[in-house]
């Protein structure tokens, strides 16, 4: 029988996570969930209401919480790590500086995502290194972000099996099972890209191609990039991609917002952990419908069963690209459709690359190689060069300032600079 750990256990996705093992009990056998996380206060109250909710989902299992690394990560098979450093209060300067210059701050795509980056990877270093110290043979099952450079930071540095994982990989078929109404394992496509700047293409519904009217209905799912646009370029993008393709829109909406998303994610999370907090309660609070990050236990659970039954399981995942797509270097971490069982991911051919799309994710993944460099290192040269290789920024005149603001507004978190 398993033992699953949670690192940043605080985290309000965590009864997602706990509802969806519950729900593989029969296939997924765990004996033992232990709770971690460095915020004691967030992780006693987590504690509290996960062992009511699995009692109220009766399931048999035994819920205990640490803050030592070493206790909950002894005789672990995964190591669930969701962890946010600094908080959405960092989230939110990622958010608001990069306006002030005109570009788009978001967490993950925007600028915000680069600092994201070098808060996230010393930390998840150390985690990574203390998962290969106390329980060698367990997987990291990862979604902090930015996942994919999380990923790639871990892959160099440390001597772990590491799945980065986002939802929004499985979404195009998720979206089309919807939209089509037909069961999800009947779906299939082509993935070209990286986390949160990929396509989806060739998706074929039972084995034939999809027809052009099923695919307008599929698109019509992705509500962030224009409908015009996706019928042109006849591919399923990452919602993420509307900060590419409508970038002058975006930065004028974000602009005009009088709440950034991490500001309505704190007013949001006391709500959630009130009613985390509230002995009489034992189920998932409403609220968290309002939180993006649904559909990631689906796609945790996922793995982790398609690794202890080797049950082969199509799932598109972070992993090393070692000649997956040509145009990109081996060990850059690519998102990609997987094959995966208890050996771990294997990705799956692509056959073509839609031209439209290949400078775009080139780019992208030059600016987040030397992001992941630079998080590991410190080294500020490398940092600034990143910064003006970003797609999004590119002007010389403004990363530099721009830089200097950001490592100062963070600079508690980056002990690397
Ligand atoms: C999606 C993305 C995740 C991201 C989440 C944000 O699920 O794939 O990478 O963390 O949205 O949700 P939030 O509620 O924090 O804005
Ligand atoms: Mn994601």
Known sequence: ?????????????TPELIEGLSEHRETLPVKEIVLLDINEERLSIMEGFVKRYVGYLNYDVKVWSTTSREEAF???DFVSTQIRVGGNKARIKDEKIPLKYGLIGQETTGVGGMFNAFRVIPVMIEIAKDVEKYCPDAWIINYSNPTELVTEALNKVCNVKV??????GMRPRW???EALNIPEEKIYY?????NHMNFSYNMTIDGRPITDEEFSKVIKKCTTVSQEWMETLHLIPSQYTQYYFHTKERVQQLKEQDKTRGE???????QIFREYADE?????????????GGGYSKVAIGVMDAIYNDSGKWMVINVANNGTVRFLDDDAVIETACYVSKNGMKPLTIAHYPKAVIGLISAVKTYESLAVEAAITGN???ALEALVAHPLVRDYDVAKPLLEEMLEAHKEYLPQF
Do not use: F, H
């Not at 029988?1 to 996705?13: E, H």
């Not at 799945?163 to 929004?168: D, E, F, R, S």
């Open 380 to 382: 500020k040269k490398l």
């Open 74 to 76: 002894t005789d672990a």
């Open 264 to 270: 309505a994610i704190l007013e949001l999370e006391k």
């Open 1 to 13: 029988k398993l033992k699953i750990a949670i690192v940043g256990a605080g985290s309000s996705y």
């Open 190 to 194: 082509d993935y070209l890209g990286l």
């Open 280 to 292: 009489l309660n034992n189920q998932k609070p409403k609220t968290l419908a309002k939180r993006g």
């Open 175 to 177: 979206w089309a099972a």
């Open 163 to 168: 799945a980065g994982l986002c939802a929004g």
